[in-house]
T-cell receptor, first 112, second 116 residues
Framework: GQQLNQSPQSMFIQEGEDVSMNCTSS?????WLWYKQDPGEGPVLLIA?????ELTSNGRLTAQFGITRKDSFLNISASIPSDVGIYFC????????????FGQGTILTVHP | ETGVTQTPRHLVMGMTNKKSLKCEQH?????MYWYKQSAKKPLELMFV???????ENNSVPSRFSPECPNSSHLFLHLHTLQPEDSALYLC???????????????FGPGTRLLVL
């Protein structure tokens, strides 16, 4: 089946630093999504990418849909303490319903 | 209420109990999903309902039984669970576009389940 490799698994950074994480897949996806999950809550959608090569920003977040359609990255600039959480990438294939394949998650810790 | 809601938020049950998890979406979507999230594992898709029909059952044991009475409500009935079933159970919804593909999924807050 489809698998996503997300890296790094965890990051410990200082407030103000930039962060980068990525996902790679053995299969092509039509859509890439990035979610953030806070403790005890469900994942919240951050950015959705629908087209190969697309670069999309949402405030301090920027994500790109790889040209090969097998990878995506998420950058967070000038991190702040509330950026702490688990970040998941998810790929959506060609099924008529929105079946997602999730990465393992990146745990982000930001030290003030 | 807005978005996707789930009740209860926390549940402790014995292995012989029967309980149900409830999900409700207020987004006008036509597809709903159950996921299981265990520690240090990716989210695992359990069931998908599109237009109130089950379109995917991802090899889930029969002690989990989903029900989708209408496009806004989704239940997960639990019976004789095992301790390894303890996890966060997440519901999501999206707007299916048929041949045009699935829409973006929006998640509820989850039910934290502990099986003793």
């Amino acid at each position: 089946g489809q698998q996503l490799n997300q890296s790094p698994q965890s990051m410990f950074i200082q407030e103000g630093e930039d962060v980068s994480m990525n996902c790679t897949s053995s299969s092509i996806f039509n859509t890439w999504l990035w979610y953030k999950q806070d403790p005890g809550e469900g994942p919240v959608l951050l950015i959705a990418l629908y087209k190969a090569g697309e670069l999309t920003s949402n405030g301090r977040l920027t994500a790109q849909f790889g040209i090969t359609r097998k990878d995506s990255f998420l950058n967070i600039s000038a991190s702040i303490p509330s950026d702490v959480g688990i970040y998941f990438c998810a790929g959506q294939g060609g099924t008529s319903y929105g079946k997602l394949t999730f990465g393992q998650g990146t745990i982000l810790t930001v030290h003030p | 209420e807005t978005g996707v809601t789930q009740t209860p938020r926390h549940l402790v049950m014995g292995m012989t109990n029967k309980k149900s998890l409830k999900c409700e979406q207020h987004l006008g979507h036509n597809a709903m999903y159950w996921y299981k999230q265990s520690a240090k594992k990716p989210l695992e898709l359990m069931f998908v309902y599109s237009l109130e029909e089950r379109v995917e059952n991802n090899s889930v044991p029969s002690r989990f039984s989903p029900e989708c009475p209408n496009s806004s409500h989704l239940f997960l009935h639990l019976h004789t669970l095992q301790p390894e079933d303890s996890a966060l159970y997440l519901c999501a919804s999206s707007q299916d576009h048929g041949a045009g593909g699935g829409g973006t999924q929006y998640f509820g807050p989850g039910t934290r389940l502990l099986v003793l």
